[in-house]
């Protein structure tokens, strides 16, 4: 028996968009639960659906979007491996390091490593988040070292992966510096909440353009790929 899976890079990215939309929309009302009407709770919903908190829906989402990512790179770099074409390693890289996002984004590395950080930095304004001294030049040299690669690509996917870092970027390292600067004078409020609202969005929705590039180029370049499980054969 043969199962045929067919994926609409289209849809995909509408159905995600709409989601993300979705879960920003819920977490902002219950931010606006906490800060306006008094009620933080509300039955743990209002911290279930909270982006600015881990271990609940949105951070799972983020997780499992990201470890799609990390599956279809790694799937990209195989194929380019079959046909001995340039900048393999550069997908396996890519693959990697998006695994690793997956992987922080419930583990909360990052969030552990900024406490290790700010005893060793200054946390003041726009660096109130340690590990955002670091996030800046690791994101100039990742790029400095992608250039080529970025322009080897069909213009289309170079487009949609500049325009993907560009919004991810933003948010990730942007929106952070504002939050930690806010967070720093005037502690947790509303606008902390709308600030870090606005970055996790940027980061969710960073990563549905992002996907939505890989399964067009996927779609575009690959064409049709075939997976089968098969017992192995024994040597007579």
Same mark, same amino acid.
């Given at each position: 028996?043969?199962?045929?899976?067919?994926?609409?890079?289209?849809?995909?990215?509408?159905?995600?968009?709409?989601?993300?939309?979705?879960?920003?929309?819920?977490?902002?009302?219950?931010q606006?639960?906490?800060?306006?009407?008094?009620?933080? $709770?509300?039955?743990?919903?209002?911290?279930?659906?909270?982006?600015?908190?881990?271990?609940?829906?949105?951070?799972?989402?983020?997780?499992?979007?990201?470890?799609?990512?990390?599956?279809?790179?790694?799937?990209?770099?195989?194929?380019?491996?079959?046909?001995?074409?340039?900048?393999?390693?550069?997908?396996?890289?890519?693959?990697?390091?998006?695994?690793?996002?997956?992987?922080?984004?419930?583990?909360?590395?990052?969030?552990?490593?900024?406490?290790?950080?700010?005893?060793?930095i200054?946390?003041?304004?726009?660096?109130?988040?340690?590990?955002?001294?670091?996030?800046?030049?690791?994101?100039?040299?990742?790029?400095?070292?992608?250039?080529?690669?970025?322009?080897?690509?069909?213009?289309?996917? $170079?487009?949609?992966?500049?325009?993907?870092?560009?919004?991810?970027?933003?948010?990730?390292?942007?929106?952070?510096?504002?939050?930690g600067?806010?967070?720093?004078?005037?502690?947790?409020?509303?606008?902390?909440?709308?600030?870090?609202?606005v970055?996790?969005?940027?980061?969710?929705?960073?990563?549905?353009?992002?996907?939505?590039?890989?399964?067009?180029?996927?779609?575009?370049?690959?064409?049709?790929?075939?997976?089968?499980?098969?017992?192995a054969?024994?040597?007579?």
């Open positions: 028996m043969r199962l045929a899976l067919f994926i609409s890079p289209r849809r995909v990215g509408i159905l995600l968009t709409i989601v993300v939309i979705g879960l920003s929309i819920i977490s902002f009302a219950g606006f639960s906490t800060y306006v009407l008094g009620h933080g $709770r509300v039955f743990g919903l209002v911290r279930l659906f909270d982006v600015g908190q881990d271990s609940n829906i949105p951070t799972w989402y983020s997780s499992i979007m990201l470890l799609f990512c990390s599956l279809l790179l790694a799937l990209i770099a195989k194929s380019q491996k079959t046909a001995r074409t340039r900048y393999i390693l550069h997908w396996k890289v890519l693959a990697a390091i998006f695994l690793y996002m997956s992987i922080d984004e419930v583990a909360m590395i990052h969030e552990n490593a900024d406490i290790i950080l700010g005893s060793h200054s946390r003041t304004g726009f660096l109130h988040f340690g590990w955002v001294a670091v996030g800046i030049p690791l994101t100039i040299i990742f790029v400095l070292s992608y250039l080529k690669f970025l322009t080897h690509l069909p213009k289309k996917t $170079r487009l949609l992966f500049v325009v993907a870092g560009t919004i991810f970027v933003s948010g990730a390292i942007g929106a952070e510096m504002f939050a600067r806010h967070n720093e004078i005037y502690n947790l409020d509303l606008t902390y909440a709308m600030i870090t609202a970055e996790e969005f940027c980061e969710m929705f960073g990563i549905v353009v992002f996907l939505y590039a890989l399964l067009s180029y996927i779609n575009e370049h690959l064409q049709e790929v075939n997976f089968s499980i098969k017992e054969v024994q040597a007579k």
